[in-house]
Nanobody
Framework: QVQVVESGGGLVQPGGSLRLSCAAS????????MGWYRQAPGKQRELVAT???????NFADFVQGRFSISRDNAKKTVALQMNSLKPEDTADYYC???????????????WGQGTQVTVSS
């Protein structure tokens, strides 16, 4: 099986920063896209940022240049650096990794358990 584990969430004041990390492990043949989604109470899950195997990135409009995403292919990790955080950024943040497991001939998405980010004074 494939495991995806996030870390780095917590409480931060408005204007502050957090760095979220995510690690994939298991019987993995290859990884393509990696990314982050978030879900606030009462809202649907929404995309935050993605990064391709080649390093191409994509961000949601609400990021407004405040976040960056990076990956380490050797370690099978992806990170989300969040700066200038706003109260509306408060949500559970989920890491997703598009993986081709060794026992399958196709890719599928795996999700972490989520990490809580609270932005409040």
């Amino acid at each position: 099986q494939v495991q995806v584990v996030e870390s780095g969430g917590g409480l931060v004041q408005p204007g502050g920063s957090l760095r979220l990390s995510c690690a994939a492990s298991g019987d993995i043949f290859s990884i393509s896209n990696m990314g982050w989604y978030r879900q606030a109470p009462g809202k649907q899950r929404e995309l935050v940022a993605t990064i391709s195997n080649g390093g191409s990135t994509n961000f949601a409009d609400f990021v407004q240049g405040r976040f960056s995403i990076s990956r380490d292919n050797a370690k099978k990790t992806v990170a989300l650096q969040m700066n200038s955080l706003k109260p509306e950024d408060t949500a559970d943040y989920y890491c997703t990794v598009r993986v081709r497991p060794r026992i399958l001939s196709y890719e599928r998405d795996y999700w972490g358990q989520g990490t809580q980010v609270t932005v409040s004074s």
